[in-house]
């Protein structure tokens, strides 16, 4: 196991105004009216892309709280072949891969999809979510934060 570089508190003290703005960022598409269980799918998606452990536990908390299934986020991973995603979320985490593996960019057939399910308005807040969480795995990664612990009363409920 590595060891923490530094901790996700510790970016707040450090660096206050990059924290701000990373976090402002990151709450912009909410705000905007896109669905908070889609937001969640989608930095989901892009942690597991990045390897960041503290995201990836971080998402699957707040997802749990907002009452996506169980199902969906153990599946998120292979989405492809799960047929639990409706076409919109589909939309969103081929979305979400593009923005994530930028080297291979965005294929017209990926931005079409989005753009049959998403206003141009939505798919700009949904970049900016993307954009967002891609920054946090960014510093999640490079700084080896620590994932968060499950709550003892919601972890011996999922037990």
């Given at each position: 196991?590595?060891?923490?570089?530094?901790?996700?508190?510790?970016?707040?003290?450090?660096?206050?105004?990059?924290?701000?703005?990373?976090?402002?960022?990151?709450?912009?598409?909410?705000?905007?009216g896109l669905?908070?269980?889609?937001?969640?799918?989608?930095?989901?998606?892009a942690s597991?892309?990045?390897?960041?452990?503290?995201?990836?536990?971080?998402?699957?908390?707040?997802?749990?709280?907002?009452?996506?299934?169980?199902?969906?986020?153990?599946?998120?991973?292979?989405?492809?072949?799960?047929?639990?995603?409706?076409?919109?979320?589909?939309?969103?985490?081929?979305?979400?891969?593009?923005?994530?593996?930028?080297?291979?960019?965005?294929?017209?057939?990926?931005?079409?999809?989005?753009?049959?399910?998403?206003?141009?308005?939505?798919?700009?807040?949904?970049?900016?979510?993307?954009?967002?969480?891609?920054?946090?795995?960014?510093?999640?990664?490079?700084?080896?934060?620590?994932?968060?612990?499950?709550?003892?009363?919601?972890?011996?409920?999922?037990?």
């Amino acid at each position: 196991m590595s060891h923490a570089r530094s901790e996700y508190e510790d970016f707040k003290a450090l660096a206050p105004d990059a924290y701000d703005l990373t976090l402002a960022l990151g709450q912009l598409a909410a705000k905007a009216g896109l669905d908070k269980q889609l937001l969640e799918l989608v930095k989901l998606r892009a942690s597991q892309i990045n390897g960041c452990a503290f995201c990836v536990q971080h998402h699957i908390l707040l997802s749990e709280r907002l009452g996506v299934p169980v199902d969906k986020l153990n599946l998120v991973a292979v989405w492809r072949e799960a047929p639990i995603f409706s076409a919109r979320e589909r939309a969103a985490l081929a979305w979400t891969e593009a923005l994530t593996f930028l080297p291979e960019g965005v294929s017209d057939d990926v931005y079409a999809e989005a753009s049959r399910e998403f206003s141009a308005v939505e798919l700009m807040y949904l970049t900016s979510a993307i954009a967002s969480i891609n920054v946090w795995n960014r510093f999640g990664v490079a700084y080896r934060w620590t994932p968060p612990q499950r709550p003892a009363m919601a972890h011996a409920k999922a037990s």
